[in-house]
């Protein structure tokens, strides 16, 4: 058999002398394989020994040192672990598997941008610039509701709202350079939108910088046309790509043309031609450089760059600033030369004439809107340009019936009494202004502003810087009363426990012409040049010892004077202010003649202060509007209203009590508002020159202020200031008992008509008998020159030459008022001989007051200009104002 046995193969070299394989492989070779002759036996070898071959090379394929199959398999185990996205990364362990690569962050960013790519193609696609302007951009109206809702009036469109469009060819060069330079100065080239700009303005304002809009004028047009002034990222988003379309779709020419027929200038007017009349009473064609710059200046904010609009000076200066900047920048672009815009600049602003008010205001519509319209923008209810762009309903305090009552009292006592054509030097310029308020919430329910709202612009029941005279005294009584006189052996600042508060029926006081006043301490008041002054009474009437009632009620000033300087003036302003009265009506010196009223409150705010008497001491904020509602029918919030108690009601009642006497004691000065028939309390007020006469009063259910003056309605007119009234109306002079308690006693008759008939609260005693300078429990009846006589008629003049001087060898008491500090009696040194340019106006037909009333306030001749009404005067919700000295 040997010989059968098969021999092996020959020539294989180094493969024939290597081990045979194993596992299934050897397996197949050995007993499996073609031509194979091996015994059973040896195949159950082979496959026994394929299972430890197979188990080897799995250990190598795992290890990644196996050969043959194992590490085929292996390698294909790994391929199959890779991902499109390896994130969290195979390769990694622990946290690391989490940190993307750099790959990985950078094929993010693309990604990202070419999503926002792909994005804002679609939205750019899908956009169009509107084939129509807006409703509110081709104009809408405010519609005005008296309080029982009635229509009052409607303003915007047929009335303040002002617009005419011109094509850019009727603009002048000029005009359209300013715009672009200051604005906008890569407009003709850039593609609707300027990111560089953008950026910029966000820079600036994120470092503190000027801040700007980084708006192109494109966008501001597509704004102003097409989309709402809302703040929001959808409308900002929706503006970018609507401008960038406009920017690619429309001429250049047509987008300025159109913004600048729609741009909001101020004063009601939109567009340039609007403006141009407006500020310059010509058409925007005829105005020139310096012109032109200035309407540039308004696109920022009209109202902060008018000089006749809120705080002129502030406005002034701004507009100053700003208007100069806009020609330096023209001239930075290369649009203006150097030398052109330094001439310019060095000429000052152009000549801005005042502002003239819509036809839809005649009468005194006007006012009511005008005040309204105050209420709303100063309680941030509504903005300025929000009002001119108009679509508002809006629901007043004022009640038609008690202002057409309040207007008819006036115009008939001036038709009955005014004559300027046959007084032309007595009556011309004569002006009433007056207002009435519900004291129990504080609405205003009737003004009367002057005679035609479009002819006399200025308020006169808001802010006129019209001094108001012995109306004030109620508020040194009421100082009096509540915070009480101080020891004149204490320190000049002192706590209530220090005070003593004083009772009016006991209390004494020097009612004495002539009285020569003495600071709280005892020693003689002199001004700032170490002048002695002396207080005068109206027709230099001397009352001896008199209590501080009976000089409420016969108005005598020298009481009040010194009251006030017992009180101390600070303590008095308070008061005032605590009763309703604005601060910066309130003039600001510590003069003795401010208790009579050389401060400029409004007549608004005058009845809103008398009313706190007449609801016990509780003060209530005024106003003028309760409901508006906007172009889509909803609700505004208004703002909320505050009560508080700032007298006492023993305080507030008493004061009331006294003013009562005033209005029914036959002596009283408010005698002739007893024809009312019905409880009343109330204060005349005559200033120093008769310049002004008030009537302010009240019953529980009303408080109304009326008062007179004489000036040049003509705003452009030079040395324009108030003018005396002695013979006016016929009158030998104009008290505050003539004509203005007559107007409010006729008014309060028709707007009372049908309520009942009210009663005050009964005053309780409070507070101590005091003594003021001079007076002792057993006074001694002084003697002067006129208290042994019956008093005469008030004189012509209030500036009576002062009586000789008493003779210097005389001696007297240390706190008698005819005496100076050295215990002598005191002389008249400082009486001017009617005023003086810088005299504060004396009280009730006072003659010659205090040498220092104050700048810009009131005096005899000269110094009778009063404090302009602005943002911080004397109106209510504020306001441009007049300037008679200016």
């Not at 197949?28 to 188990?55: F, I, K, V």
């Not at 004559?419 to 329910?445: N, Y």
């Not at 004061?655 to 408010?670: A, C, F, I, S």
């Not at 005299?839 to 007051?849: A, K, L, M, N, Y």
Request: aromatic share 8%; charged share 25%; with cysteine.
């Amino acid at each position: 058999m040997s010989e059968h046995r098969r021999k092996p193969p020959q020539g294989r070299g180094r493969r024939a002398a290597q081990p045979p394989p194993s596992g299934r492989r050897a397996a197949t070779s050995r007993g499996t394989g073609p031509g194979s002759h091996g015994s059973r036996a040896e195949s159950r070898r082979a496959a026994q020994s394929s299972g430890g071959g197979r188990r080897r090379a799995a250990a190598a394929s795992a290890s990644g040192a196996g050969a043959g199959h194992g590490r085929g398999r292996g390698r294909a185990a790994q391929v199959r672990k890779k991902r499109f996205i390896d994130y969290p990364r195979s390769d990694k362990q622990g946290a690391r598997r989490w940190v993307p690569s750099w790959k990985q962050v950078l094929g993010s960013c693309f990604g990202f941008i070419g999503l926002l790519i792909v994005a804002f193609a679609i939205a750019l696609w899908m956009v169009d610039v509107p084939d129509q302007a807006k409703a509110e951009a081709r104009s809408q109206t405010n519609v005005y509701y008296w309080a029982n809702g009635d229509r009052l009036a409607v303003a915007g469109a047929e009335g303040e709202k002002n617009r005419q469009n011109v094509s850019l060819s009727q603009m002048p060069k000029s005009l359209q350079n300013a715009v672009i330079a200051s604005e906008n100065a890569s407009f003709w080239e850039d593609s609707g939108v300027d990111p560089m700009g953008i950026a910029r303005a966000a820079f600036n304002m994120a470092t503190g910088g000027d801040t700007q809009g980084g708006s192109t004028i494109t966008q501001q047009f597509v704004k102003n046309n097409y989309l709402s002034q809302d703040q929001t990222i959808k409308r900002k988003v929706t503006e970018l790509l609507i401008s960038i379309k406009a920017g690619a779709t429309m001429d250049k020419r047509d987008i300025l043309e159109q913004y600048l027929n729609t741009a909001y200038f101020g004063r009601g007017a939109f567009g340039v031609q609007a403006a141009s009349q407006a500020y310059f009473g010509k058409d925007v064609a005829k105005i020139d450089a310096s012109e032109g710059a200035y309407l540039t200046t308004l696109l920022n904010g009209a109202a902060l760059y008018d000089p006749y609009e809120g705080d002129q000076k502030a406005n002034e200066a701004r507009s100053q600033k700003k208007w100069s900047s806009v020609l330096r920048r023209e001239a930075e672009v290369g649009k203006l030369s150097n030398a052109k815009a330094t001439e310019l600049i060095r000429k000052g602003l152009p000549d801005i004439k005042p502002p003239k008010k819509a036809m839809d205001k005649k009468g005194q519509k006007g006012y009511l809107i005008d005040l309204a319209n105050r209420y709303l923008i100063n309680n941030n209810v509504l903005t300025r340009e929000q009002l001119n762009r108009g679509g508002y309903q809006i629901r007043t305090t004022f009640d038609k019936k008690k202002t057409f009552a309040m207007r008819d009292s006036v115009n008939e006592i001036y038709d009955k009494n005014i004559d300027p054509k046959k007084r032309p030097d007595l009556d011309t310029h004569v002006q009433f202004g007056g207002a009435s308020v519900d004291p129990r919430d504080g609405k205003i329910v009737a003004l009367y502003g002057g005679k035609d709202y479009v002819k006399h612009f200025t308020n006169n029941a808001d802010e006129t810087g019209v001094p108001v005279g012995s109306t004030f005294k109620p508020f040194v009584l009421a100082a009096a009363m509540r915070d009480g006189i101080r020891d004149r052996d204490g320190a000049k600042e002192q706590s209530a426990g220090q005070r003593t508060v004083v009772n009016p029926d006991t209390s004494r006081y020097d009612g004495d012409n002539k009285l020569l006043i003495h600071n709280y301490d005892g020693t003689v008041w002199k001004n700032e040049e170490g002048k002695i002054w002396r207080q005068t009474n109206d027709g230099g009437y001397s009352y001896g010892d008199i209590s501080l009632r009976e000089a409420m009620v016969r108005s005598a000033n020298s009481p009040y004077v010194q009251l006030g300087m017992d009180v101390g003036i600070p303590t008095v302003r308070k008061a005032a202010e605590d009763a309703g009265l604005l601060s910066s009506s309130l003039n600001k010196s510590n003069v003795p003649s401010f208790s009579l009223g050389i401060s400029t409150p409004s007549a608004i705010r005058m009845a809103g202060a008398y009313g706190t008497f007449a609801t016990q001491g509780k003060r209530t904020d005024l106003y003028s509007v309760t409901q508006v509602i906007d172009q889509d029918g909803k609700k505004l919030p208004m703002p909320q209203r505050h009560s508080e108690q700032l007298f006492s009601p023993d305080v507030a009642n008493n004061v009331t009590d006294v003013l009562t006497d005033v209005v029914q004691d036959e002596k009283g000065t408010g005698s002739p508002a007893r024809a009312l028939n019905r409880p009343a309390a109330g204060k005349t007020g005559t200033t120093d020159g008769n310049k002004s006469a008030w009537f302010v009063g009240y019953t529980p259910q009303l408080s109304t202020a009326i008062g007179m003056w004489r000036i040049n309605d003509d705003a452009t007119a030079k040395n324009r200031k108030f003018l005396e009234m002695y013979g006016t109306g016929g009158q030998k002079k104009i008290h505050g008992a003539s004509f203005p308690a007559q107007i409010w006693t006729d008014y309060m008759i028709d707007a009372l008509k049908g309520t009942s008939v009210e009663k005050f609260p009964a005053a309780q005693p409070l507070g101590e008998k005091v003594f003021g300078p001079g007076m002792s429990p057993t006074p001694t009846p002084t003697q002067t020159e006129t208290e042994s006589e019956e008093p005469e008629e008030p004189s012509d003049s209030p500036s009576d030459s002062p009586s000789d001087s008493p003779d210097p060898s005389d001696s007297c008491s240390a706190h008698d008022p005819k005496c100076d500090e050295s215990g002598k009696p005191g002389d008249d040194e400082g009486q001017t001989d009617d005023g003086g340019a810088n005299q504060g106006p004396g009280g009730d037909d006072s003659g010659p007051g205090w040498p220092d009333g104050g700048a810009g306030h009131g005096g005899a001749d000269g110094g009778d200009g009063g404090q302009g009404g602005n943002d911080d005067g004397g109106g209510l919700f504020a306001g441009t104002g007049n300037k008679p000295d200016e």
